[in-house]
């Protein structure tokens, strides 16, 4: 069942995805060649209980971790370990906050020291689909308008686009009815409606878009071993558009 948000919930909703970006910053900071993936996780876990505040992901339906840390091929929901962080690597972080008993969800890509420039144009391109899909948000539109905007530019930019994965709606459950896939037509879809929030986060891969899971039951890696990027905002829709609720404080001042 799709909810949606009272004033109070949105309000909780925007403290929960403030610490998600603090989260991130925090996060961000600490990201660079000899790291291991588990050291971020526990900067994020010490960074969110810290303020009083439980890391979403952590025992969700079993997952062991507080963030997921995916590199390179791994497209999404790598589990930190003692993997170490290498030049030339690129690091997805998702990230989830409850605070309040309401979550907020959001995903970066970074890149570490050198790339090739068609993996720079993967991570850019990535977080650019994320606005292009962001900008189709508005009251009466369709969930399919967003996928068709993200598959279309992708495409023209000689990405794929994951399809076994989708964007969702977030409140009291950090995963929530809708879906909200990264493909489709527009016009079709659930109709948006002023007070849901979503979160959309296209995961598009610099080779073909088939994709396979780990044996850990978490990771999943695409099946040619070539890149992938996710970048993810948690998003209210209003009557006029969005507002994104992952940003950082001074956004409610441009909004």
Do not use: Q
């Amino acid at each position: 069942m799709i909810s949606i948000k009272s004033e109070r919930e949105i309000k909780l909703m925007r403290e929960a995805g403030i610490l998600n970006f603090m989260t991130h910053e925090e996060v961000k900071k600490h990201i660079k060649a000899g790291v291991t993936t588990k050291e971020l996780d526990t900067i994020a876990y010490n960074f969110i209980s810290s303020h009083n505040a439980r890391p979403s992901f952590l025992n969700y339906e079993g997952y062991p971790a507080s963030i997921c840390v995916s590199i390179n091929d791994e497209v999404v929901h790598g589990i930190p370990g003692d993997r170490v962080i290498k030049n030339g690597d690129i690091v997805s972080v998702d990230i989830g906050v409850e605070l309040h008993g309401y979550h907020s969800d959001a995903a970066r890509t970074y890149i570490v020291g050198e790339v090739s420039r068609e993996v720079r144009n993967l991570v850019e391109n990535t977080e650019k689909a994320l606005m292009i899909g962001l900008s189709k948000i508005k009251e009466g539109a369709k969930i399919g308008d967003i996928g068709a905007a993200i598959s279309e530019f992708a495409h023209k930019h000689g990405l794929s686009v994951v399809e076994e994965l989708v964007g969702h709606g977030v409140g009291t459950n950090v995963h929530e009815d809708p879906d909200v896939p990264n493909y489709g037509k527009a016009g079709t879809g659930v109709t948006l409606k002023a007070g849901m929030v979503i979160a959309v986060e296209p995961m598009l891969n610099l080779g073909e878009r088939y994709v396979y899971m780990h044996d850990d039951d978490w990771t999943i890696s695409t099946d040619d071993e070539l890149p992938s990027a996710h970048f993810e905002h948690t998003v209210l829709v209003t009557k006029d558009g969005y507002k994104i609720l992952t940003g950082d404080k001074t956004s409610d001042e441009k909004e």
